[in-house]
């Protein structure tokens, strides 16, 4: 029996998408905040200090040399818990990403294969879940579950995956027409090898996309959880959890908020500029 080639939309097209995002001065620099943001979450914790260490002495010191950003109330430096904070801030939006992808991805496939009763079911339980304000509906959860660091990931996680359910859905019921599909089906693969080596390649496109702007907003959910005591607890170096920290003293120390939220800026417009570059991207080739 022959064997069915699946035409490799995203992959022919992966070279080309690369040489447009280069040409788009938006996309270049998102690419380049989120591979130096990452860069000081990978290893940036290697050149600094304790990110606990600090004396009550050297308390609220105002920016200098020896501390760039300044210390806060316990002395700490600052600079060091931004650092040690960028990894635990972009290992949040990245961990919570991954997992609603692969739940939007596993619900959103088996709505578009199976159809019928299953496909209605799944529908439904999308729409109950879009029907909320995301954070909204996070806070909830959060709050039912206790706040910690764990538990502010699981909210976020398990009520963010329906955009991706519905995008793979209407990838699939659009891919299950094309000529292909039903050479594989007629030529007797399996279902997991249908999904694995014809469906997935050709989706991967608009999840892609999607979840590459959907970091952004996931990161400052994440950030304004911790900063309402739900997620990351002090002394735990997060980002929101810095900035809850440092409102106390916005007027006598406003080094405390600033530092943590310029970084959530950066790394919002970062996530989102790339997101758009790849959508842009994405377009162009289609419309070739």
């Known amino acids: 029996m022959s064997t069915i080639e699946t035409p490799r939309i995203e992959r022919v097209r992966q070279s080309d998408i690369v040489a447009t995002l280069r040409t788009n001065p938006a996309s270049l620099v998102g690419v380049a905040i989120i591979s130096i943001l990452g860069a000081v979450a990978i290893v940036g914790p290697v050149f600094v200090g304790d990110p606990q260490a600090g004396e ?153 996309v999607l979840a590459s702007l959907n970091l952004g907003g996931v990161l400052l959910a994440a950030s304004g959880l911790s900063f309402l005591g739900l997620g990351a607890q002090p002394p735990t170096p997060e980002w929101g959890t810095m900035i809850a920290s440092g409102t106390p003293y916005l007027r006598s120390a406003p080094w405390l908020i600033n530092a943590p939220g310029v970084a959530i800026a950066i790394a919002v417009l970062g996530f989102n500029l790339l997101g758009d570059g790849i959508r842009d991207a994405l377009d162009a080739e289609v419309g070739h």
Do not use: C
């Open 56 to 208: 009550l002495a050297n308390g609220l010191q105002s920016p200098s040399r020896r501390h760039p950003l300044g210390t806060d109330p316990l002395g700490r430096d600052v600079l060091t818990r931004l650092v040690y904070g960028a990894r635990l801030t972009l290992g949040i939006a990245v961990a919570v990403t991954l997992v609603r992808l692969v739940i939007g991805i596993v619900v959103g496939l088996f709505a578009g294969l199976f159809g019928g009763v299953v496909d209605e079911s799944l529908m439904r339980l999308v729409d109950f879940m879009l029907a909320f304000p995301g954070l909204v509906l996070a806070l909830v959860v959060a709050g039912i579950l206790g706040p910690s660091l764990r538990n502010a990931l699981l909210a976020l996680a398990v009520v963010g995956w329906g955009s991706y359910a519905r995008v793979v859905r209407g990838s699939v019921l659009s891919l299950r027409e094309k000529p292909f599909v039903d050479a594989a089906r007629l030529a007797g693969v399996s279902r997991l090898r249908l999904v694995v080596t014809h469906l997935l390649p050709n989706i991967l496109g608009p999840i892609v």
